[in-house]
């Protein structure tokens, strides 16, 4: 295989979800880093060598540079067990893929950047008024997922698949954004599931 390295911030579960793919399959990945905070990925060398758009994670196969999350597990994943072999079940994978890019994500991710690492009292005013319409989001997210999970161990199937840690990620770090995950006994259930799984890694490994 190509030499793999992964453009990342190590507090983002983003980039976390490329990690936990890789180490779920044994895959080695090299690291580089990059501080958010400090507008790291916003300079022009960033922008022009790694991502036009000023994002992490990317992670560079030999000499070509995938961005997005969710494209580069897939990438890694691809004809391995993370991903079905039925074709109903894979697309049920990448529903819950893009449930977490379009419901989850934007709502429990960003709560708790901002609630973890920039600060109540740093955010603008513009911020602080959809932290509301956020929470209640989020939960609502958390509240679809307990109930999937309440008959079913795994998003898909009856082991981990991508979906599985596409929505890991963020959410059991949910509670460092105000959530609290106990209201949902089936996620809790998961979560530990997926801690579980041979290969596993945790977010600070």
């Known amino acids: 295989m190509e030499k793999?390295?992964?453009?990342?911030?190590?507090?983002?579960?983003?980039?976390?979800?490329?990690?936990?793919?890789?180490?779920?399959?044994?895959?080695?990945?090299?690291?580089?880093?990059?501080?958010?905070?400090?507008?790291?990925?916003?300079?022009?060398?960033?922008?022009?060598q790694v991502n036009a758009n000023g994002r992490i994670p990317?992670?560079?196969i030999g000499d070509k540079l995938l961005p997005e999350s969710n494209a580069a597990c897939w990438w890694l994943a691809s004809r391995t067990p993370l991903v079905p072999d039925d074709r109903f079940d894979q697309a049920d994978m990448l529903?819950?893929?893009?449930?977490?890019?379009?419901?989850?994500?934007?709502n429990v991710a960003t709560l708790r950047f901002w609630n973890a690492f920039v600060g109540f009292d740093n955010l603008t005013e513009a911020q602080r008024a959809l932290i509301p319409g956020k929470r209640a989001a989020g939960e609502a997210a958390l509240a679809l997922m307990d109930e999937h999970l309440a008959?079913?161990?795994?998003?898909?199937?009856?082991?981990?698949?991508?979906?599985?840690?596409a929505l890991y990620a963020y959410t059991h770090v949910a509670e460092d954004g105000g959530f609290?995950?106990?209201?949902w006994p089936a996620i809790m259930r998961w979560c530990a599931a997926v801690a579980g799984t041979p290969g596993y890694i945790g977010i600070d490994a």
Not at 10 to 37: F, H, M, W
Not at 39 to 48: D, I, L, Q, V, W
Not at 95 to 105: A, I, P, S, T
């Open 151 to 165: 008959s079913r161990d795994f998003f898909v199937g009856s082991h981990v698949t991508l979906a599985d840690v």
């Open 58 to 60: 990317v992670l560079q």
């Open 95 to 106: 529903r819950w893929m893009f449930f977490e890019q379009y419901n989850h994500e934007p």
């Open 180 to 183: 609290e995950l106990a209201r």
């Open 4 to 48: 793999l390295i992964l453009h990342e911030d190590a507090v983002s579960g983003n980039c976390y979800k490329i990690r936990l793919t890789a180490a779920l399959l044994g895959v080695p990945i090299e690291r580089r880093q990059y501080d958010i905070l400090k507008g790291e990925t916003r300079t022009p060398e960033f922008m022009a």
